[in-house]
């Protein structure tokens, strides 16, 4: 069969390197992909609007379509390629608005119950520098649409939080601060049904000792100690299954944890496989990929079952001098 992944950067070379070695897979597609994925398959080029790609999976002749970045999922790609017969593997664009509102994320969470920080939502200056008041230093401030990782601020006092509000904008959800260790919890549903892989932790300060800005991921490491077995049952039980229910999710459903005091609480869901936590996943994957994204893209893990290395897996970014700011 062939294979069309979708994205440019380390997590889709991992997901096409590893699907890649499946003896299913005939020929593998990256749009518009990176040297690192021409080394395990075809480049072909990006049409400029999302609405296009499945054009593209029928001419190359796609079996089954596999989404990167969240971008394509947010504009609703996974709807296109529904509409026109195509497996795709991906949340369908309402779905996808988990990610790409955190204020429709934080409303969802508090309609499931779901564990997480303090909040409100702001959609002017003015309520945004009240809410800070309310809350005290430090306080987090997140950009409601997609921002590439870089659209939470931690502000630790009132002119770094006017100036947060600036760069930010007024759409925003102001919350509690939260302490503790962070897990990526990552796993693939089918509309119902989840196969949890194993916790990763990933690192968003740019600098040595977690010297902020926040940056979409400078490393990340997978290893069985990150959680605890109550603790994974919990962020299962708590977080994504009533997510999956709700939306009937399809794809990679990743839940960005804080380990407090007070348990597990969700920072946030992502609607696609973490970069760079794909890279330390898909080393320590032993088992063929390739069935069991086309099992969840046709609505059915039932018995479906992921081999994984003991060992832990760890993956280094390298960023150019200046990286998250111009560079
Ligand atoms: P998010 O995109 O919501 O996951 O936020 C990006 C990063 O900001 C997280 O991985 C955390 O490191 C940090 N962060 C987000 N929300 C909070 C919070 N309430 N308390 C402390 N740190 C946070
Ligand atoms: N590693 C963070 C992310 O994929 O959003």
Redesign the pocket.
């Known amino acids: 069969m062939k294979v069309l992944v979708i994205g440019s950067g380390g997590?889709e070379h991992a997901l096409a390197w590893r699907i890649s070695k499946s003896p299913l897979v005939e020929r593998v597609y990256s749009m518009p992909g990176n040297p690192g994925m021409a080394q395990v398959g075809e480049s072909v080029a990006a049409p400029p609007d999302s609405s296009l790609y499945v054009q593209v999976a029928e001419r190359v002749g796609a079996d089954l379509t596999v989404v990167g970045p969240e971008i394509p999922l947010v504009a609703g790609v996974v709807d296109e390629f529904q509409a026109a017969g195509r497996a795709i593997l991906g949340p369908a664009r309402v779905a996808a608005q988990l990610e790409g509102s955190k204020i429709y994320a934080k409303k969802f969470f508090q309609q499931y119950r779901i564990p997480t920080a303090e909040f409100v939502t702001v959609e002017s200056r003015g309520d945004a520098l009240k809410a800070v008041r309310r809350f005290g230093f430090p306080v987090v401030l997140k950009a409601d649409g997609l921002a590439a990782?870089k659209g939470v601020v931690v502000v630790r006092n009132q002119p770094e939080a006017e100036r947060a509000i600036e760069t930010l904008g007024d759409r925003l959800v102001v919350e509690e601060f939260l302490v503790g260790e962070e897990a990526?919890f990552i796993v693939l549903a089918d509309g119902r049904n989840v196969l949890p892989l194993p916790a990763t932790q990933?690192h968003?300060a740019v600098f040595e000792g977690d010297q902020g800005p926040n940056t979409?991921?400078m490393g990340?490491y997978s290893d069985d100690r990150i959680l605890t077995s109550e603790q994974a049952a919990f962020v299962l039980e708590r977080m994504i299954e009533p997510a999956v229910n709700a939306t009937g999710f399809t794809g990679f459903l990743?839940a960005?944890v804080m380990l407090t005091q007070a348990g597990p609480k969700l920072l946030e869901f992502?609607v696609?496989m973490?970069?760079?936590?794909a890279q330390p996943l898909m080393h320590r994957l032993k088992s063929d990929l390739v069935p069991v994204l086309l099992a969840a893209a046709r609505g059915d893990l039932t018995g479906a079952t992921l081999e994984w290395s003991p060992r832990p897996s760890v993956c280094v970014v390298l960023a150019s001098g200046g990286y998250p700011g111009p560079y």
């Open positions: 997590r990782g990526s990933d968003k979409g991921g990340a990743y960005g992502n696609r973490g970069d760079p936590e």
